[in-house]
């Protein structure tokens, strides 16, 4: 709900007691007042006080605000990919480090020393 609250020119921006949160919007055949409720993390309700005929704008001023309106599939796939070539480099130094210490070891130990570290 707090992606709602980001102007300070709001006409009026109201956290409730109760958990409820009220906000007016302006630039409608008459204010229109937000109430948006969230009861559970994954759900928010939203009811309108206002003309009836501009409860449809009103609702889609309130789904962009949150970006529900956005399909995140393309930026979801892009992140995959990211944190997989991320844990693949972090692998690849993982891997890169062991050799050296295992060289290391070979090293001090006359070459007698098996891949891994152990004797």
Do not use: P
């Amino acid at each position: 709900m707090s992606a709602l609250r980001r102007l300070s020119s709001n006409l009026v921006d109201i956290y409730a007691v109760n958990g409820q949160y009220l906000r007016a919007f302006g630039g409608f055949a008459e204010a229109a007042i937000v109430c948006v409720t969230q009861r559970r993390a994954d759900t928010l309700s939203v009811a309108i006080h206002g003309s009836v005929a501009d409860n449809e704008a009103v609702l889609m001023s309130v789904r962009r605000m949150l970006g529900t309106e956005r399909d995140l599939g393309d930026f979801n796939r892009w992140v995959s990919l990211v944190l997989f070539a991320c844990l693949i480099r972090s692998a690849q130094r993982a891997k890169e480090r062991t050799d050296v210490f295992d060289q290391c070891l070979r090293f001090l130990h006359g070459g007698e020393v098996a891949a891994g570290g152990e004797a």
